[in-house]
């Protein structure tokens, strides 16, 4: 028997951090890089060079002239033109998560509109019309009905880390985004500004078969609307709560047919005074149809990590455990650093922080970039908390005080 190759398109980091999962299970993988040398490129020998939006490129890497044809075509990142997607599992290549379903994590009003059809709790949200003057009544309209007169104003497709998202008080706010998209950029989008408490994240992997598992809901830490830390399970969910949210993701992903690992980016509100039940409200707020920052911790913190299991499920293999093998997990996201080269830091790192995971990227640094992540795992949360963000604070090229 050959091993299979899986066919990855993207050569981030999250590319690279399917590798050693693909090493373990003895599949092989082939990665579409953006340029010679990126993240996944230094890790994956069979790393073919060309964008996402290249479709020969792309059939390439699915079945290459000179190679052995993939098994299965992935993604690290949903921007893979969705027609050439179609035609390729006509071909009879699987693609994982289908077309059908990476829709919803591509466009932002289509994913609303299905949530919502649904009957996912969603943030109130309406669709703004690419018509200047449409658009402009319709964003008032909305502001006016806000309880605090502001509203989150999103692109449709494009955006992430904070990107492609405004806190806006008048049509004013986003008058060059109204402009863009009557020019052809991608359509707005206004919702609700959630007064949430704290963010949750649901990881929930699935295969062709139907086979489904969850593991533990998180607590992501955002900064400058990308995540800087990650606590693993979420601190002082309620069981039910806990349940209630798992329960979301698997509807997410049955509904939507989603193949793969897909995390559920979640709000958590207090209770709404008009429900007699008095329960805490979420809101789904993004969908990832791909292994996720918020399941970095899985590496180290879980019995199977979320590269792994992307793994299984494209190939409808056995889902793997997704049980916690300690108390506390805690991720600590490293954006930029004052070091040219984050390696420098590692003989102090490792010395002063021995349990303690470090996962270095192979990027260039620049300012607010993700270059690494730590994970740290115990059983005091304060003290897993603080040595994995003072492990990273020196990834950085920071100062820290003396950590116990």
Not at 137 to 142: H, P, Q, S
Not at 149 to 159: D, I, L, N, P, Y
Not at 180 to 191: F, K, N, R, S
């Amino acid at each position: 028997m050959t091993a299979p190759v899986i066919a990855v398109v993207g050569g981030g980091q999250l590319a690279r951090m399917m590798a050693p999962a693909a090493g373990e299970l003895g599949v092989r993988l082939r990665v579409l890089v953006e340029a010679p040398g990126t993240s996944a490129a230094q890790l994956v020998t069979d790393a073919p060079v060309g964008a996402a939006s290249d479709e020969e490129a792309v059939r390439a890497l699915v079945a290459p002239d000179d190679g052995e044809a993939a098994a299965v075509l992935t993604f690290e990142h949903e921007h893979v033109p969705d027609t050439l997607l179609r035609e390729i599992a006509a071909a009879g290549t699987p693609v994982h998560p289908g077309p059908d379903a990476l829709v919803h994590a591509q466009d932002k009003i289509v994913m609303r509109a299905r949530l919502t059809e649904m009957g996912v709790p969603c943030p109130r949200w309406a669709a703004v019309p690419t018509d200047p003057q449409e658009a402009r009544a319709v964003l008032a309209e909305f502001l006016a009905g806000a309880p605090d007169g502001q509203a989150v104003v999103k692109t449709s497709r494009g955006g992430y880390d904070g990107k492609g998202v405004r806190v806006v008080s008048s049509p004013d706010d986003v008058a060059d985004w109204i402009t863009a998209a009557a020019e052809g950029a991608p359509q707005l989008l206004v919702e609700e500004k959630v007064p949430f408490t704290r963010e949750l994240a649901a990881l929930v992997a699935r295969r062709p078969s139907g086979e489904v598992r969850t593991w533990p809901v998180v607590e992501s830490v955002q900064r400058d609307g990308i995540c800087s830390e990650v606590v693993a399970p979420a601190p002082d969910l309620a069981p039910a709560l806990e349940a209630r949210v798992r329960d979301i993701a698997v509807q997410v992903a049955e509904g939507l047919g989603v193949t793969g690992v897909l995390a559920v980016e979640m709000f958590e509100a207090p209770a709404d005074p008009q429900q007699p039940d008095g329960e805490t409200t979420v809101y789904v707020n993004e969908l990832a149809m791909r292994p996720h920052n918020s399941g970095h911790w899985t590496i180290d913190g879980a019995v199977t990590s979320q590269f792994e299991q992307h793994l299984r499920a494209v190939l409808d293999l056995p889902l793997g455990a997704t049980d916690p093998v300690a108390p506390w997990t805690v991720m600590a996201n490293v954006l930029g650093s004052r070091l040219e080269d984050l390696t420098d830091a590692l003989p102090e790192v490792l010395g002063r922080f021995p349990d303690a995971k470090v996962n270095l990227y192979g990027k260039d640094v620049r300012p607010g970039r993700k270059l690494a992540h730590v994970n740290v795992s115990g059983s005091d949360l304060e003290q897993v908390r603080r040595r994995a963000v003072a492990a990273a604070a020196l990834l950085r090229g920071e100062k820290i005080e003396e950590t116990h």
